[in-house]
């Protein structure tokens, strides 16, 4: 038997699988697959952490330790919820209504988890939308203006996108609320419309601009130095046309690519600025739901995000083949 026999892959499922990986719509099935075992991994971990949690949840249920509620009344709620049941019984109830899509309810709030994440995850996709924007605003804005130029200005432009990714969100956050709410009185402390949307969604993109800024770069400077830059130029097409339409499409591709795990990163820090502007969203809910012990509420915020950043990952591949069309005739050539 010879080297290269020894390792070719052999049998129907290699097969199978070079075929999905072979197609975009193969790549996005593949992808489902593997964010549903994501999906149930994250709802088991969280599951099986919150049991490990010291305390009742029947005490929680009835208002706490505090409340000193009798026995009888403890036994009954432990009943009624399953609480005297086996772990594993427990653990087999809660994947099932993850099956028929039902999250169960609320211990403290007495509403369906499906409801109250359904009433709060509006204002944090607005807020991360917002700053997912702002964030590629400055990336594309920082490259465009300094990138492969010589002197000062791409050194500047380097140290201002190290500086940006370095900022903490929270002390970004209360930076912004004293300078500009505050003191200035631009924007309001508090407030619900659109105004109310700036300094949280700058307080989220801003930081995540910068690492944004700092991968187009690196990829930007390697795009200047290719052939199709000459070519272009050599046909007569202007260099601010060559750095706008040819080079930043070939620059754009990994931050597209991180832009999942960007969206990922908004929506855990969102849980640290909607309390410091005191907005709705699901990262007050999901405090709340911690600090309660209110364990459907917390699997279900947890599963709602788990799934929204897998669905952000599957449209990150597409927006990186609408960018890119090669990436589209190259998987087309592969099959």
């Not at 903490?168 to 912004?176: E, I, K, M, S, Y």
């Amino acid at each position: 038997m010879t080297a290269e026999t020894a390792i070719a892959p052999s049998g129907p499922r290699p097969a199978l699988l070079a075929r999905l990986r072979a197609s975009l719509g193969g790549r996005i099935a593949l992808r489902i697959l593997s964010a549903l075992v994501l999906l149930w991994a994250v709802a088991t971990i969280v599951f099986f952490l919150q049991h490990l949690v010291p305390g009742d949840p029947a005490l929680a249920i009835l208002g706490g330790a505090s409340a000193n509620p009798p026995p009888e009344t403890v036994a009954a709620v432990r009943a009624q919820y399953g609480f005297d049941q086996p772990l594993l019984a427990q653990y087999a109830d809660f994947l099932g209504g993850l099956v028929r899509g039902d999250l169960g309810s609320s211990y403290t709030m007495k509403e369906p988890v499906a409801r109250i994440i359904a009433e709060q995850i509006v204002p944090t996709l607005q807020l991360t939308g917002a700053s997912l924007a702002i964030a590629w605003a400055i990336a594309i804005g920082s490259t465009l203006l300094t990138a492969a130029r010589p002197g000062l200005a791409a050194r500047i432009g380097s140290g201002l996108e190290v500086v940006l990714a370095a900022l903490p969100h929270f002390w970004l956050g209360v930076v912004l609320l004293v300078v500009f709410a505050v003191t200035l009185h631009w924007l309001p402390v508090v407030d619900d419309g659109p105004a109310g949307l700036v300094l949280p969604a700058l307080t989220l993109g801003v930081p995540l601009g910068g690492f944004l800024a700092q991968v187009t770069r690196d990829e930007f400077d390697a795009a200047s130095r290719q052939p199709f830059v000459l070519s272009a130029l050599s046909r007569g097409t202007r260099p601010r046309d060559v750095r706008w339409r040819h080079v930043l499409r070939h620059a754009a591709l990994p931050g597209i690519a991180l832009s999942g795990w960007g969206l990922g990163s908004l929506i855990s820090g969102a849980v640290v600025v909607e309390v410091i502007f005191s907005r709705q969203g699901i990262g007050q809910v999901l405090v709340t739901a911690v600090t309660s012990q209110d364990l459907p509420l917390v699997i279900g915020v947890t599963f709602v995000v788990a799934l929204v950043y897998v669905i952000a990952n599957i449209l990150t591949d597409l927006a990186a083949v609408a960018v890119d069309p090669r990436l589209r005739t190259s998987i087309g050539g592969a099959s």
